[in-house]
């Protein structure tokens, strides 16, 4: 496998599915613009742990399918499993084996973590969504409409939540390995440093 398979360009869109459309009923009122965006709105310990869960497990998966989606571009356009091979050919015993052992751990880092990526139905954007519809009616607690449909929403971040959180738990190692034998990789292919040469003679025109 030279690459990461498309997909995982473009996971973070076409494996998903669209959107889930708002949910009819008054809209809320104008957000707070001086909220800070990192902390739950007010509510029962019980949702406002449902909201942090989510919204880490959220953030956190989008993030390590960004970092494999990256790691698959630095394979293809540094072209690294090209250059391992071509070291294994010319260069001597020691240096060889470690070119090809470096070679078959890239490879199998990318295929666990493409493995590791469901090729259809995973909800990451969908989620994202979920969580937004969810603070809404947390924030405004005393609005009927919004209220109405509360457990509703409660239970969609519930299930975005039951997924998301095992799966950015499962796909971190994934992108840290991958990362990690790309990073030995550049160490292991960085060209040495040119020799300094030696100081002129004392008393030598330069």
């Not at 009923?25 to 909220?35: I, L, V």
């Not at 989510?54 to 072209?79: E, H, K, P, T, W």
Request: charged share 30%.
């Amino acid at each position: 496998m030279n690459v990461l398979p498309l997909i995982l360009l473009l996971g973070l869109s076409a494996s998903e599915g669209p959107p889930t459309a708002a949910s009819p009923g008054k809209e809320p009122p104008e957000a707070d613009a001086s909220r800070d965006w990192s902390r739950p709105p007010p509510g029962s310990p019980e949702d406002v742990a449902l909201w942090t869960s989510l919204r880490d497990a959220q953030n956190g998966s989008v993030v390590q399918m960004g970092r494999i989606a990256q790691a698959s571009f630095r394979i293809r356009y540094s072209r690294y499993y090209e250059r391992l091979d071509e070291v294994a050919r010319t260069s001597p015993g020691p240096r060889a084996e470690e070119a090809r052992r470096l070679r078959s751990r890239i490879e199998v880092a990318a295929r666990r973590a493409d493995e590791g990526i469901p090729k259809t139905g995973l909800k990451v954007r969908v989620c994202k969504y979920t969580l937004l519809h969810f603070d809404q009616r947390l924030s405004y607690p005393k609005d009927k409409a919004l209220a109405a449909d509360m457990p509703k929403h409660r239970a969609e971040a519930r299930r975005c939540a039951d997924e998301l959180v095992p799966f950015e738990a499962k796909v971190r190692p994934l992108a840290e390995a991958l990362d990690a034998a790309l990073t030995d990789a550049d160490a292991f292919l960085e060209p040495e440093p040119a020799a300094t040469p030696p100081a002129p003679a004392q008393g030598a025109r330069p």
